[in-house]
Structures are given as structure tokens and as C-alpha cells.
């Protein structure tokens, strides 16, 4: 994974300069232990902040110091500027790095620190309140000649306002926070109605999220892709553009899978993007690592979105085809050396994927949040090319208080084809227990054939999956291996069921069979297997085609290895009990099966029907959070559609709508409460 | 007349054989057994075919019939061979165990004399040679038609639970109903399971419930699934139907030993005994008021993360079951801070010892996570007798000489830490996690006696926290035998046992104990 990962030469070049002694990072999870490792690489002291709940998580570990700066609320805790400036203090740590989001776009932080003489490990003061202002950022833009896109330049003061300026522009339209970034409060509109509610929505998240609830609207680029721009500069006015990253695909605005390079741009409107991205750095005289995104339309029109004054999740990407080490380019700037390399000196050397893995339901919503405890993790990394950038490990919790990202799984390859080969092996290796993850959706994304193809924009999910995302659909073929393998499953667990080591009595196993038959049932399907066996190889018969199965069949390993009809495939085994339901996780999605014998199956069919709850006059709470509102009371009539109650999670807010035209029966939770994936939250009648 | 004695007109002997086999295949009559079916539930043969290892059962006693003569009883049609209950033995992945299994198509699956006496042939079969029972009970109850002989029916069969109780392993599965008399035999056995929506078991019905107290209640809320393994803790644990309970036992046979002469069973185990378990280095919370699910150290510990657990809806702050280790059978007793801070109570203290002596009758050995905050206070505590309840736990742990590993997970406060499987009770390895805390009782309460009414309490706090609030206290005592890594626990314990597995210990000859009742 080019200059990154090959320690030796790396060390050589990082201790070649001096730098800090002691880097304060104030932040948490992956990005800080990211920023961490590279601290050490340049033998730099490093100090940890965290909050209470935090105290044992795996930055505070990695770090030479840790001090607690708060409770877990980020507000009280990775956002409080007066506790991370006594650690400063305290600790005596001579620059800090911010990471991404908190503190690292925050022009009032970085004033503070200059204040005190600490380093900011970014760019200074001025452009980060020039760019971080998405007003007055285009404004620059415009004059450093940069593309923008067509919009109004100007605070909204109120929804009505923001009607009238939508109507002026012309429909579609966006409303974003002026001082957001991440999709955080940012709402697209088709209409009056849309924008009033957009409105509405969008201020609120960027209050809860920024402090700030200024709103500006602009034309909304209907399928474009979005294509960012890496440039780093230093405090001489020198500035490099580090090739793009491709982040189109999208859920909610928020990125799920990025790649560098992008199978889009041809090399001159690479060039011309990164250098209006470089003029656009100058014009800020900007320094340290920054990212400039830019919507592009399907005829390689690029439009500027906005400048990123930090380093960015996705980054490793770039570092992967460029073989920098971007946080170590950032200390040397931040130090005051002049970049290393000149533009030609930079290279596209490869391909590199990056899946951001969440702790989130991709089946509601394309993820909404799930939280809990790994009580099993285990890292790809025995497989080479990989890279994961991860802040957890076995036994961490994943809370409501942070964002809910478990890893970035970066795989990397000679083209393009074995990038994704190698992401395919990887999520299928990747063992993630406790909590509920998106790889299934990852999965599928990777081997789409429209994403293999690079025919992507930000409405890939949408388009792809209009209804929603289901799960891998299984073809006949795939069904067959997936059936084989939970019924050799069976097998093996029942024969090391009769196995008794030392008993002194007399155990009599019927003679071992070679021969069993079995009923597996898979989404209501039901289906009449043969089993035999020979060893530690299983063949299969269903419906008069034959499956081969070979493995090792450890039934305690997370993973499962195995041969299927000659292709290698890795599964897990998510779950296995004594009534014969076995969960299979296969190419990423999970599936429920269940494998009896031929009598236990006949004799089900005698079982009562337990009759489910019927769901469509109960309104539980999909993810876990915190109510901010709730818009009905008990004995009023609600629309379908309409807005019920309002949770907001992991700082983003949903809203909770009837399923159904009803009178409100009951009302479980008021605004303030905290609720649980699955708590009651209104009934209707 | 013919050569053998018979008339030609009468069918052979052999003919007979075939003919009353047939009959007692059947049981009630197709028309029952589709009702049966129709209910949800399976026949009392299908049963134990789904029970036993395929073609492993021997019938006993096919060709016993009632000696009832009265209300007509003596009819041919009223006579159906075998009765109303199917008895003998077969295997379970290879083990033996003896079986009877009520059928609910004869009679209703009352219980007469000969019913009665079959299930006893197999019971005194099985103390002889050594193998647990298992009952699967679907019976209306007592035959009325016979009367007292039926009522000394249930009798030889009560003594024989209790005789056989601490010898074999003894479970009852019930599958119907299973009213007035016939609920002692479960309730004396070791475990009790349920189905759920289709079993149901009460002293009274809920006519007679109406009649007397003039109370209101369904079959399901006086005696369902739900209410015996939530609120009256008889039975042990509730399964969806009479597949998935039947799978579920066989499961569950398997972590068994025989009888009390044979040692808890060793499978086949995939899972390395040397696995370190990193998530439990994090897995206690830094304050000591914060909860966390004890189920998340015994999964990790255990092997393969397979625990069985009896009573999971009941007295959910002990935690008890059964689980492997290295193969090994062992039984797991916990506290759980999730629920009440893992307080003992009077259910959680009676729930704890009767497990606690299930696996010291049957040579297995105890593994106890302790993380205690004392005795619930309280009137409704006291009044229901804590003070006997609670000594049922200790009792149970001090008599079981077993081997006893305890690992103190966090706290381990007052009266309740000498229970907990504490080295004053013979504990073979106590072990303490950097985290615990042996002391009396919390700090802030410490410091409020021992200072009353004294100022700088916040100082005196400091100051217990300083000294009590770690494992030193117990360590520098030889109460803990040493202080260990979360992580290394698995290894640690499976190590142990390994050693213990030769343990000999015994208690002073006695008729028998009196555990406080």
C-alpha cells in the first residue's frame, strides 16, 4: 500500500525533520488514533482528550497522556474549548491536531490556541472563517474564478423568505447550513411546502449541531456526482492539488464509499479542477491539508461546493495512490516547512476503495444508527492491501453520544478490478458481533453492476434501490450454495453433538450415517436436501443438482472458510441453535435459515402460527435517541404521512410518521425522553 | 380347538400381538390424534421420536391396560393398550435415558393405577442403573373413574422423584395441561420447561379459582408459560412449541452427567482453552454505579459463547445456567447489575441455591462471578423471610464441595460477599478483577457510621475508597488468590478446572442436612 504502509522507508523520511515534541489531538475514535500512529512514526508525544465515558476507549490507550475534558455529551466534552485548553496547558503539548469534525473547523478555537502560542495543526484563523462561512466562500470562490454553482449568496432570514428566493432560482433547491459540512442539516426541496419544512428541519440541525441556525439556498444539481479535490499548501503560498476522490455514492448526503481515482474524469478536467482547487487555496493563502468539493453533471461540468479546511474521512484514499502521509504533511506545514513536492512529483499510482463501516441499520433508510457492544470484532487484517483506520476494538461500546462509524476499510490494488476483488474478501473477513453493521449494504454496492461500471452519482441508493435496500438477492445458484452449506453446518454440529470425550459408560451412536435427510427452510421457501459425507467434504443434493462443501468446520471460529463447488468463499455464522435455526452472513447480507430433519420438519407442520403484532397501528422507534418532539396528543387525527414525533440521533433528526389515517390512541414519550430502538413511542387506534 | 389351545375362530396369539400393537400405536383413535394436532401439539409418541436418537427406543409395558371396572371402564372400547402414558428408554445423542410420555389421546392422559405404574417400572429402572428421567407431561390429571388407586398412583410416584432426587437427573417437560396433584412430580424434579400458549400448570383451575376466591383469571395468567418462568418461578424456562422444546431438551440433556456416580459430561471443543478475551479488560464500567450485563462476561468466557440459562426471566438479577469449559460442563451462577445492581434477594437467593445444589449433586463444578452490592433492604424483604431465603444461598454454597472457582468481577459488599462462593466456604480459586472491591458495605455508607456526625465525610470517604475500594484488602488476607487480567480469566479457569477435576472432598456424615426451608 505504497509509501504508507512500508514502515522502513517511512520511518527514515519522518524523523528527517524536526518537529513538535508533544501533539495534543482533540478528538476521538479512528481519526485519533489515525492521527496517533503517525505521531509515533515521527516520534512525536502524544496526548489523548476524552470524555468520562471514553476513559478506556482505544485513542486514550494509544496516547502517551490522556486527560478527561467532560461528560459524554460532545457540547460538555470534545466541544468544550475551556477544558481541551487546560489539557493543553496541563500536558504542555506544543500543537494540537483537530481531526475532523468538533473542533477542527472552529475559527474560535483555532484563535484561542494562537492566543496561547499553541500550533494549530490546519490552516490559520482567516481561512477557515472564509471557507467555513458557505456564504462567503463562495463569494472567494467566485472570484478566484472557481465554478460556482447558481444560488442565493445571502443569509435566509425565515421560511417564507426562503420560498420566495427558491421561486427566484427555480426548483430544485437546496437549503444548507451556513456553517455545516457532513450533511448535517441540509434538506433538498421540490416545492413551496418542502422548502417551508426544509426549512424548518435544516435549522434546527444546524442549531443542534453548530450553534449556529443561519441558512442559505441554492440551485440544486439534480444527479450530479460529487468529486473532491485533495490540496495541501504550506505558509509559503506554495499549494499542490493531490488528485480527487470520488465520493458520489451517498446516503443522506453523507458519503459510504469513496475511491481515488475517479472513473470519471479524464486527465484535463482533472488538471482544471485541481487547479482552479489550487487558486482557490491561494486565494485564501491557505495552509495545511484542505479538500475542495465539486458537484460534477454528467457532461464534466464541475460547479464548487465548498472547501473543507480540514483533513477529511476519506483521506487515506489519497494517501494510498499518493503515498503521502497526509497528517505527517500537515505537522511539517504546521511547523512551518515548505512542501516536499512539486505537482509532477505527485502521482496516481493504483486504485484505492474506501467503505466507511457504521454501526447502522442499512436496511432502514440505507442506515439509520444502532448502538450496543462488540462482543466480538475482528479486523481483515491478515489480508494484504488492507488497511483499517478504527478507534474500537473487542468489548467497545458504540453509544448514542457519537457518530456511529465502527471503521474505514480501505483495500487498495494494482487497477480498479483488484481493489474491489480485495474489498469483496475483506468485508466478507470482517467479524463485527454486538451491534448491527452496513456491510451488508457495502456488499452490494461494490459489486453492483452499475458501480463496477463507475455509472454512479449521488442518487446511486436512491435509483438502485428505489424501495429501499433489502439485502443481497440471491440467485438460484447462490441460494443453492447458501442452502448447502447451513445444511453441512447441521451435519457437522450434530455429529460433534454425539461426540463425549473419556465417558466411561456405554455410548451407543447409531452407526455413523453417511446419509441424512434434511428440510431447510430459507424465506418461506422449503426445500428437501440430500447430505452425505465423506470426511470433512460435503456434497449436497437439492433439486437434483449436487453442491460441493468442504471446510474445516470449526464450530467455534467466528468465520467460516470454505470450498463451495471449487470457489473459495468466506461466510460466518452469525447464529446457530439447538431448535436448527442457523444464520448465515453471505455475500455480506445475513440469512435466516432454519434445518431440521426430515421428521422434525414433518412434524412442524402441526405447530400453531404465532400470530405478530400488527405494526401499522404502532409507532416504535427505529434507532435509539433522544425525542425532540412530539406533534400529536392522544384522541387527535393523524394523515398517513404525517409527522408524529421527531428523534434525533446521533445529531441527526428524524422524523416519525403515521403508517396509516387514524385517531391517536396513546402517547408513550415526550420530548426530552431518551428511547430505545423498539420503545412504543404512539399507538393508534 | 387346535393344536395350541385357541379356537379356530379366534385370531392366533401372534395375530392378537399385532392387532392390541396397532391399538396402542394409535393411542386414542385418529380422531384424537387430529385433534391433538389440531391444538398445536404433538402426539405423545411423536414425541419421544423426535426426544431419541432415531430407532433408539425400547417400549416398555405396551400391554398394560387399566384395572378400573366401574362407569362402564371395563368395556372393550374403554380399554386401549399401554393407556395413557408411553414408558421406556432410548438415547440422546447416544446416552441413555429413560422416557415416559403421556398420552393425551387416551383419557384425556389422566393418570390411573396402571399409568401410574408403569412411569414407576422405569423410574426404579433408571436409579438402578444410572440414568436420568425425563417426563413429558400432557395429562388432564387424576382418572377419577379409579379413585383412590389413582391418588396412590401419584404417591408411588412422588416418593420415587424423591427418592431418585440427587441420584439422576430427573425433567419434566410439560406439553397440556397439568393440574391439582399432578403438578408435584415436575415441581420435585430438577427442571421444569414449558411450552409456551399450550401448557399449563396449577394446583386449582380457574373455575374453581372463580368458585372459591371469586377471582377472575385465564388458564394462561394463573398457570401459563409466562407465569411460571416470570413471576411464581416454577418452571425453568419456556420454549415456543413442542418441536422447538423437544430440540431444545436434547440440547440441554447434553451438558448432564448420568447420575451422581458419573462425572459432568466432556465434548468435543473448538474453542481454544487458552483464548484471551481482550473485551473483558473493558467491560466493567470505570464508575462503580454504572450497570453492564454480566451475560456479556459469561458469553466471552464460556465456550463457543453457548450458555444455557434456567430461569432467565425470573429473578433476573442472579444469573444461573449451564455452560462448557474446555469441553467441560459447568454451572454458572452470577450477579447481574443490569438488573436491581445485582442485589440478592429472596427470589435470586432461592433460584441461586437450588442451582447451586443441582450441580453439586451431580459432580459439576461451579464457576461464580460476584459483583454484589449486598441484600435487598427493605419491610417487603424481611417480612417474606430474606433472612431464610437468603441462607438457602449460603447454605448451598457452603455444603457443595464441587470444584468452585469465583471471580470477583466488581463488588463484593457486606454479608453478601461471604456468600458468593467466598473462600470462607471452601472456594477452591477466588479470583478478584482489578476492579473489585471487597468491603463491607460502599464507602459513602461506611464513612456515614463510622463518622457520624462527624465534618469532612467527603475526606473519610476518600479515604475508604482509597483502602477498600480494590482487591488489596482481600488479596493481602488470602481471601482472593490472586488479582487477574480480565482478559486471561478463560484461560485461567479452564486451567483450574483442570486441575480440580481430581478434587475429593466430603461433608460429615449426617442422615441428611437441614437447609433452611
Given at each position: 500500500m505504497a509509501a504508507y504502509r512500508s514502515a522502513a522507508g517511512f520511518q527514515r523520511v519522518l524523523h528527517a525533520v524536526k518537529t513538535f515534541d508533544k501533539i495534543l489531538i482533540a478528538n476521538r475514535g479512528e481519526i485519533a488514533c489515525r492521527v496517533i500512529k503517525t505521531c509515533k512514526k515521527m516520534g512525536i508525544k502524544t496526548v489523548a482528550v476524552h470524555s468520562d465515558v471514553d476513559s478506556s476507549a482505544v485513542h486514550v490507550k494509544m496516547a502517551d497522556e490522556a486527560v478527561c475534558v467532560g461528560p459524554a455529551p460532545t457540547n460538555k466534552s470534545y466541544l468544550n474549548m475551556d477544558a481541551i485548553m487546560n489539557a493543553i496547558k496541563q500536558t504542555g503539548?506544543?500543537?494540537?491536531?483537530?481531526?475532523?469534525?468538533?473542533?477542527?473547523?472552529n475559527k474560535q478555537f483555532a484563535k484561542r490556541l494562537a492566543a496561547e502560542g499553541v500550533s494549530f495543526i490546519g490552516p490559520d484563523t482567516h481561512a477557515i472563517q472564509a471557507m467555513g462561512d458557505k456564504i462567503e466562500s463562495k463569494l472567494i470562490a467566485k472570484a478566484a474564478k472557481v465554478n460556482t454553482i447558481p444560488g442565493f449568496d445571502g443569509v435566509v432570514k425565515d421560511a417564507e423568505e426562503a420560498v420566495k428566493i427558491a421561486g427566484e432560482i427555480g426548483y430544485p433547491v437546496m437549503i444548507k447550513a451556513s456553517a455545516g459540512g457532513g450533511g448535517k442539516g441540509m434538506r433538498i426541496a421540490w416545492n413551496d411546502e418542502e422548502t417551508r419544512e426544509g426549512f424548518r428541519f435544516s435549522s434546527q440541525e444546524a442549531a443542534s449541531s453548530f450553534g449556529d441556525d443561519r441558512l442559505l439556498i441554492e440551485k440544486f444539481i439534480d444527479n450530479p456526482r460529487h468529486i473532491e479535490i485533495q490540496v495541501l499548501a504550506d505558509k509559503h503560498g506554495n499549494a499542490l492539488w493531490l488528485n480527487e476522490r470520488e465520493c458520489s455514492i451517498q446516503r443522506r448526503n453523507q458519503k459510504v464509499v469513496e475511491e481515488a481515482p475517479s472513473t470519471f474524469l479524464d486527465p484535463d478536467t482533472r488538471r482544471a479542477m485541481g487547479e482552479q482547487a489550487v487558486s482557490l487555496a491561494k486565494a485564501v493563502k491557505y495552509s495545511s491539508a484542505g479538500t475542495v468539493e465539486f458537484l460534477v453533471d454528467s457532461k464534466k461540468n464541475f460547479y464548487f461546493l465548498e472547501m473543507n479546511t480540514r483533513l477529511q474521512v476519506e483521506h487515506p484514499i489519497t494517501e494510498c495512490i499518493t503515498g503521502l502521509d497526509l497528517v505527517q504533511q500537515m505537522i511539517r506545514i504546521a511547523m512551518g516547512y515548505k512542501l516536499q513536492?512539486?505537482?509532477?512529483?505527485i502521482p496516481i499510482n493504483g486504485w484505492a476503495i474506501e467503505s466507511r463501516v457504521y454501526?447502522?441499520?442499512?436496511y432502514k433508510s440505507f442506515g439509520l444508527p444502532s448502538i450496543g457492544r462488540l462482543s466480538q470484532y475482528q479486523e481483515p487484517l491478515d489480508l494484504r492491501n488492507v488497511r483499517v483506520d478504527s478507534g474500537i476494538e473487542e468489548g467497545s461500546d458504540i453509544s448514542i453520544y457519537y457518530d456511529p462509524m465502527i471503521s474505514k476499510l480501505v483495500t487498495y490494488g494494482k487497477t480498479r478490478e483488484e481493489a474491489l476483488k480485495k474489498m469483496e474478501e475483506a468485508l466478507d473477513n470482517y467479524v463485527i458481533r454486538g451491534v448491527t453493521h452496513n456491510i451488508p449494504l457495502l456488499r452490494e454496492i461494490i459489486v453492483h453492476p452499475r458501480f463496477v461500471s463507475g455509472?454512479?452519482?449521488?442518487k446511486f441508493l436512491p435509483e438502485v434501490y428505489p424501495d429501499g435496500f433489502k439485502g443481497h438477492m440471491l440467485t438460484a445458484g447462490e441460494r443453492r450454495e447458501l442452502l448447502a452449506t447451513a445444511a453441512a453446518l447441521y451435519v457437522a454440529a450434530q455429529l460433534r453433538s454425539q461426540k463425549f470425550l473419556g465417558d466411561l459408560r456405554v455410548s451407543v451412536v447409531p452407526?455413523?450415517?453417511?446419509q441424512w435427510e434434511l428440510c431447510v427452510e430459507l424465506d418461506k421457501g422449503v426445500h428437501m436436501l440430500g447430505v452425505s459425507r465423506s470426511g470433512n467434504n460435503y456434497t449436497v443434493e437439492i433439486d437434483g443438482e449436487k453442491v460441493e462443501v468442504s471446510g474445516e468446520w470449526n464450530l467455534a471460529s467466528a468465520l467460516l472458510p470454505l470450498t463451495i463447488n471449487g470457489k473459495h468463499r468466506t461466510l460466518q455464522c452469525l447464529l446457530r441453535t439447538a431448535a436448527g435455526e442457523i444464520t448465515l452472513q453471505y455475500l455480506g447480507t445475513s440469512f435466516k435459515l432454519r434445518v431440521l430433519s426430515k421428521l422434525a420438519a414433518s412434524l412442524s407442520k402441526h405447530m400453531p402460527e404465532k400470530v405478530p403484532e400488527d405494526t401499522s397501528s404502532i409507532l416504535r422507534s427505529p434507532m435509539p435517541g433522544s425525542v425532540v418532539a412530539v406533534s400529536v396528543k392522544p384522541g387527535d387525527n393523524v394523515a398517513e404521512g404525517q409527522e408524529i414525533c421527531v428523534i434525533e440521533a446521533m445529531k441527526m433528526q428524524n422524523s416519525m410518521t403515521a403508517a396509516k389515517a387514524a385517531k391517536v390512541k396513546s402517547v408513550h414519550c415526550k420530548a426530552g425522553d431518551t428511547v430505545g430502538e423498539g420503545d412504543l413511542l404512539v399507538e393508534l387506534e | 380347538m387346535n393344536a395350541r389351545g385357541y379356537s379356530v375362530n379366534h385370531p392366533s396369539v401372534q395375530e392378537r400381538i399385532e392387532k392390541k400393537r396397532q391399538a396402542a400405536l394409535t393411542g386414542g383413535g385418529q380422531l384424537r390424534i387430529a385433534a391433538q394436532h389440531k391444538r398445536g401439539k404433538l402426539t405423545a409418541r411423536e414425541r419421544l421420536e423426535l426426544l431419541l436418537d432415531p430407532d433408539s427406543f425400547v417400549e416398555y409395558d405396551m400391554f398394560v391396560e387399566h384395572r378400573c371396572s366401574d362407569f362402564g371402564m371395563e368395556a372393550d372400547h374403554n380399554k386401549y393398550p399401554g393407556d395413557s402414558v408411553v414408558t421406556g428408554q432410548g438415547r440422546i445423542n447416544g446416552r441413555l435415558v429413560y422416557v415416559f410420555s403421556q398420552d393425551f389421546t387416551v383419557f384425556g392422559g389422566s393418570l390411573s393405577g396402571a399409568h401410574a405404574q408403569k412411569i414407576c417400572k422405569i423410574m426404579d429402572q433408571a436409579m438402578m442403573v444410572g440414568a436420568p428421567v425425563i417426563g413429558l407431561n400432557d395429562s388432564g390429571g387424576a382418572r377419577i373413574q379409579e379413585g383412590v388407586e389413582s391418588l396412590a398412583g401419584y404417591a408411588d410416584i412422588f416418593l420415587r422423584n424423591v427418592m431418585s432426587s440427587g441420584v439422576v437427573p430427573q425433567i419434566s417437560l410439560i406439553m397440556g395441561p397439568c393440574a391439582g396433584g399432578a403438578v408435584y412430580s415436575p415441581a420435585l424434579t430438577d427442571f421444569t420447561f414449558m411450552v409456551k400458549d399450550t401448557s399449563y400448570l396449577f394446583i386449582t383451575g380457574p373455575d374453581v379459582v372463580k368458585s372459591v376466591t371469586n377471582e377472575d383469571v385465564s388458564q394462561e395468567e394463573l398457570g401459563g408459560a409466562k407465569t411460571h418462568t416470570t413471576v411464581s418461578g416454577v418452571a425453568h424456562r419456556a420454549f415456543e412449541n413442542d418441536v422447538d422444546a423437544l430440540l431444545n431438551l436434547r440440547d440441554f440433556f447434553n451438558f448432564l452427567p448420568l447420575s451422581n456416580k458419573d462425572p459432568a459430561p466432556v465434548t468435543e471443543c473448538h474453542d481454544p482453552r487458552d483464548r484471551l478475551v481482550p473485551g473483558l479488560d473493558t467491560v466493567v464500567p470505570f464508575e462503580s454505579t454504572k450497570a453492564y450485563d454480566m451475560l456479556d462476561i459469561v458469553h466471552g468466557i464460556v465456550d463457543e459463547r453457548e450458555f444455557f440459562e434456567i430461569m432467565p426471566n425470573y429473578a433476573k438479577n442472579i444469573v444461573v445456567g449451564f455452560a462448557r469449559m474446555n469441553g467441560r460442563t459447568v454451572g454458572i451462577v452470577g450477579n447481574q447489575p443490569k438488573v436491581a445492581s445485582g442485589c440478592l434477594d429472596i427470589n435470586s437467593s432461592v433460584k441461586g441455591a437450588r442451582f447451586v445444589r443441582f450441580c453439586d449433586a451431580f459432580n459439576i463444578p461451579i464457576i461464580t462471578f460476584v459483583d454484589v452490592p449486598g441484600f435487598l433492604p427493605g419491610t417487603a424483604q424481611e417480612y417474606g423471610g430474606i433472612i431464610r431465603h437468603g441462607a438457602k444461598l449460603l447454605y448451598a454454597f457452603a455444603e457443595a464441595t464441587v470444584p468452585k472457582i469465583t471471580v470477583i468481577t466488581r463488588k463484593a459488599y457486606g454479608g453478601a460477599y461471604d456468600v458468593m462462593s467466598s473462600k470462607h466456604l471452601r472456594g477452591d480459586v477466588n479470583y478478584a478483577w482489578p476492579s473489585a472491591e471487597v468491603a463491607v458495605m460502599g464507602a459513602k455508607g461506611a464513612v456515614q457510621i463510622i463518622f457520624r456526625g462527624k465534618e469532612n465525610q467527603a475526606e473519610a470517604e476518600a479515604e475508604y475508597v482509597e483502602k477498600f475500594a480494590n482487591p488489596f484488602p482481600a488479596a493481602v488476607r488470602g481471601f482472593v488468590d490472586d488479582i487477574i487480567q480480565p482478559s486471561t480469566t478463560r484461560k485461567r479457569i479452564c486451567r483450574d478446572l483442570e486441575v480440580l477435576a481430581s478434587k475429593k472432598q466430603t461433608n460429615p456424615w449426617k442422615k441428611h442436612a437441614n437447609i433452611p426451608l
Open positions: 503539548a506544543q500543537a494540537v491536531h483537530p481531526g475532523y469534525g468538533f473542533l477542527s473547523e513536492h512539486k505537482q509532477s512529483d454501526a447502522e441499520d442499512p455509472d454512479i452519482s449521488t452407526a455413523e450415517s453417511r | -
